[in-house]
């Protein structure tokens, strides 16, 4: 391996940084090493490649604009491919489903989504302050950072720009306190200093956090006590939209419409950047060039996320594989933890965990899968959590092999 990632880059690089090769190509599920050595890659970009690296379909509708020498780099322009981008998006997502946003270009990557999702909440509202929930991760710029629940990725940033007031995520006291409850008490009382919060950004399932799953019911709950206190709900499906739960939306299976919500990642569906905030008619208050950006017209990035939505999302057939698929790895991490103490199995659709009570386990698997030819990161805050995150177009052999590695990888770190 080449030293000048360890001599010239910074040391601030996270993801993948310890994996021992240099990766050259990509294809599908696999990830190849300069010398040719195959990995499957079951971590897919935390969630931006949904539709595997350099899916054929994709590729040959970048080449051909590509070759057409059409637009590259538009700024805000009307061009023929945001056009398209704009049409697919309400021909497959939002008019199948009823939904009625805008769509706002906030700039490159998610977290330009979620920044433009709490400047727009401050602005709706006249109100200053957001709730967001322990462990949450919202992106990296200072507002996205202050309101992520992690107090290690906050560390060298300090001040926090926007008030956040974290809460305890669904579940976090172990169903012995009903931190619900807790919640809205706290909201009425207006000597909590948590009275009227201009809106609560909410990931249904956080996958930073560590594979924590929101119960449907639960989210039901917070969209109604958003209702009932008047705050805008933001749901931040960066990393569980684009079907990595099952459905386009991964608010979709609790039956709730949030006001805000912010996609990037899998969007662009080629790998590229690519970020849309979706905002509820009546609240798209913006002025123009209020919020704007060099890097907001991908226009590449349109042509393959057009192309993704007609592909995919024209039916349910990707939504009813990812399901199943998700079931059977579902199944293999009851086997592991049935036979396994201190391990737990988290997660849902194809967004799935593997947590260890003892947080240097989930290291050791990982590196032990590495070492068998699979992409395996860690997540939650103390990197306690395997993450189980495939593209959703894996084949059901790359399944059962990635599942059969884990399972040895699970051994031998146990051993
Ligand atoms: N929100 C969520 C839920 C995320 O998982 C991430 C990235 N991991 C972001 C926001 C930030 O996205 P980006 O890294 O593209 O800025």
């Not at 998610?110 to 401050?122: C, H, I, M, P, Q």
């Not at 939505?309 to 579902?330: F, I, M, N, P």
């Not at 395996?376 to 395997?386: H, R």
């Not at 177009?393 to 059969?404: A, F, P, S, V």
């Amino acid at each position: 391996m080449n030293d000048i990632f360890a001599t010239l880059e910074s040391e601030a690089r996270s993801y993948s940084r310890t994996w021992p090769a240099t990766f050259d190509r990509a294809l599908g599920s696999w990830l190849y090493d300069e010398d040719g050595k195959p990995y499957l890659d079951f971590f897919a970009g935390a969630g931006a490649l949904n539709y595997g690296h350099n899916n054929p379909i994709l590729k040959r509708k970048l080449l051909e604009y590509i070759e057409r020498d059409g637009v590259h780099h538009g700024l805000d322009q009307a061009t023929v491919a945001k056009r398209e981008f704009l049409e697919t998006v309400d021909e497959k997502l939002l008019k199948p489903r009823g939904l009625d946003y805008k769509i706002q270009f906030p700039g490159p990557t998610g977290t330009n989504s979620v920044e433009s999702a709490l400047k727009l909440a401050r602005k709706i509202t006249g109100r200053e302050s957001i709730i967001s929930f322990t462990n949450a991760f919202h992106g990296m710029t200072l507002g996205s950072l202050s309101v992520t629940g992690n107090s290690m990725k906050r560390g060298g940033a300090g001040i926090p720009l926007v008030h956040a007031t974290p809460m305890p995520y669904d579940n976090y006291f172990d169903g012995q306190v009903d931190d619900f409850l807790y919640f809205e008490r706290l909201l009425e009382d207006s000597g909590s200093g948590l009275n009227e919060p201009a809106a609560v950004i909410v990931e249904t399932l956080q996958g930073e956090g560590g594979i924590n799953n929101s119960r449907a019911e639960w989210l039901r709950n917070l969209a109604d006590l958003c209702r009932r206190h008047d705050l805008l709900l933001i749901v931040d499906d960066v990393q569980m939209g684009c079907g990595r739960t099952g459905p386009f939306f991964s608010f979709e299976e609790a039956g709730i419409v949030p006001d805000i919500v912010c996609l990037s990642k899998s969007i662009g569906a080629y790998g590229s950047p690519l970020a849309i905030t979706l905002i509820k008619s009546e609240h798209d208050v913006w002025e123009p060039g209020e919020h704007n950006g060099t890097f907001r017209g991908n226009n590449p990035a349109f042509v393959t996320g057009a192309e993704a939505l007609r592909q995919y999302w024209s039916d349910d057939t990707l939504e009813k594989s990812t399901l199943a698929k998700g079931h059977r790895v579902g199944q293999v991490l009851e086997t592991i933890t049935s036979k396994y103490d201190g391990t737990m199995a988290k997660g849902r659709g194809l967004a799935r965990g593997l947590g260890f009570e003892a947080p240097e386990l989930a290291g050791k698997v990982s590196k032990a899968a590495f070492d068998r030819g699979m992409i395996l990161e860690t997540s939650g805050p103390e990197s306690e959590v395997v993450k189980i995150m495939p593209p959703l177009t894996l084949t059901d052999d790359e399944l059962e092999q990635g599942l059969q590695i884990l399972t040895d990888s699970v051994e031998a770190a146990m051993a």
